[in-house]
């Protein structure tokens, strides 16, 4: 597998898809100006996970510090984004820690172990929902992107948690955001098998995840944001391209992606994945 290196502040052209070996927000900048139709993804959700890698999203001590994070890259995407594209942004909530420093082992996931976490934030109390998806949503919407739906994406084979003084939580938010008021859609790529509109609410299994990268989502939650964004070889962009899921999805219905990951582990993962079934340029970006 070789890398080409870009140089700070060099633009690189798309005319294949690619993959960018990264910091998100220096990766973005080396991106074309109006250049990818539609954005598809799922950044690290705050205080779940440690990846062991400099520069990651999601163990910042306070959480306005993470929504500045991904409020930074999600404003170059903006410029990356074509004036008719969309935006699809998974996201998961989660509860403060009670200002406990750590978690424990998780048997079926070792990796959520943390020896570190974020405090409770200001405000809120232990055990307090965080809100985090709709504390982000009005963020980007206050940025001036246009907020459109809220997809609740309900998990039927959901992990069951352990708790005894609430109802178990089996659900996501899918939010649509554009980055004008007219964007391209495709209607009837959204139409269910009896031809009626697909409402705002999607049953989809989880899959089982793929090594150590636990927070992968399904193609089939991905798959409708693409076809109802984008026209064949139309590029699709994921700024936290993880096991490279959405690069996948993309090229099995005739689109082309930019893929961008931090974690050297996911990008080899991903690139080997990826360039049995398409042309892949790969480039490592100086941060």
């Known amino acids: 597998m070789k890398f080409r290196s870009v140089p700070e502040g ?64 999600f404003d170059e995407c903006r410029r990356v984004l074509k004036d008719n594209g969309v935006f699809w942004l998974n996201i998961g909530d989660g509860y403060t820690s009670g200002n406990r420093g750590w978690r424990a082992p998780d048997s079926k996931h070792p990796a959520r172990a ?23 949503a009005f963020a980007l919407q206050d940025d001036g992107w246009y907020l459109r739906v809220d997809v609740i994406w309900n998990k039927p084979n959901a992990m069951p948690e352990s708790v005894k003084d609430r109802p178990p939580r089996s659900h996501e938010y899918l939010f649509m955001l554009t980055k004008n008021e007219r964007y391209f859609y495709d209607r009837e790529s959204m139409l269910d098998q009896n031809g009626k509109n697909r409402r705002s609410v999607w049953d989809i299994n989880t899959k089982p995840s793929t090594g150590s990268h636990f927070a992968t989502f399904p193609p089939k939650l991905i798959t409708p944001c693409i076809l109802s964004s984008t026209n064949t070889d ?54």
Not at 40 to 61: C, F, H, K
Not at 234 to 239: E, Q, R, T
Not at 278 to 286: C, E, G, Q
Request: net charge neutral.
């Open 234 to 287: 139309d590029f699709v962009l994921d700024p936290f391209f993880g096991t490279g899921t959405t690069g996948v999805v993309a090229v099995e219905n005739g689109r082309k992606f930019v893929g961008i990951e931090l974690n050297p582990e996911y990008v080899k993962f991903s690139a080997e994945r990826l360039m049995i079934a398409s042309p892949l340029v790969l480039d490592r970006v100086a941060n």
């Open 10 to 73: 060099k633009k690189i052209p798309l005319n294949e898809s690619t993959l960018l070996q990264g910091d998100a927000l220096h990766a973005l900048q080396i991106l074309p100006s109006n250049s990818v139709q539609c954005i598809v993804t799922s950044p690290p959700y705050w205080g779940m996970r440690d990846y062991n890698v400099a520069n990651q999203i999601g163990l910042e001590s306070t959480l306005p510090q993470f929504i500045n994070r991904l409020l930074a890259v």
């Open 114 to 136: 943390m020896s570190t976490r974020p405090d409770t934030p200001e405000g809120l109390k232990p055990k307090d929902l965080l809100g985090l998806p709709w504390r982000l």
